[in-house]
């Protein structure tokens, strides 16, 4: 199947801020580490990553720089009128941009791959439909 031509919007919840995602996402993957939870104020975040060139960007974004558990450094932009994080910058991957799962809210995404900071998880996210995805603490 070509999807060479799909083509997703990612919007925080105000609507002003909306990126638009050609083709198919790199990888889908969940965190449970404790800057994910707050970020989101739920019990993990799920982030969709594209190469930077696949993503083009509208609207007015403001940015919270964060050193996640690991020590990683992200630059975080979200929404100033209605707060929604949408979109952020890892400086481990460059080339990289990952969107929030819930901005795009398609699901046709792929599933998760990757389960991240296990460690941090919440024991009752078993989820039976990701049970042979790759796990890491
Ligand atoms: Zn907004
Ligand atoms: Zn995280």
């Known amino acids: 199947m ?25 990888r889908v993957s969940m965190c449970h ?9 739920s019990v993990f975040g799920v ?7 696949q993503v083009s960007i509208e609207g007015e974004s403001r940015v919270f720089v964060r050193t996640g558990d690991s020590g990683g450094r992200g630059e975080l932009h ?12 890892l400086d481990a991957e460059p080339e990289l941009i990952a969107v929030a799962i819930g901005a795009i809210g398609d699901h046709s ?4 791959l990757y389960s991240v900071y296990e460690s941090r ?5 078993d989820m039976p439909a990701l049970a042979d995805i790759e796990h890491y603490d």
Not at 2 to 26: F, W
Not at 47 to 53: A, T
């Open 121 to 125: 998880r919440f024991p009752w996210t």
């Open 109 to 112: 995404l792929p599933l998760p």
């Open 47 to 53: 982030q969709v990553r594209f190469r930077r060139e």
């Open 78 to 89: 979200f929404c100033p009128h209605c707060a929604s994080t949408v979109f952020w910058f």
């Open 2 to 26: 070509d999807t060479a031509g799909t083509e997703r919007i990612a919007r925080c919840e105000c609507g002003q801020l909306r990126l638009r995602c050609l083709g198919e996402p790199l």
């Open 33 to 41: 580490c404790q800057s994910c939870q707050r970020r989101t104020g």
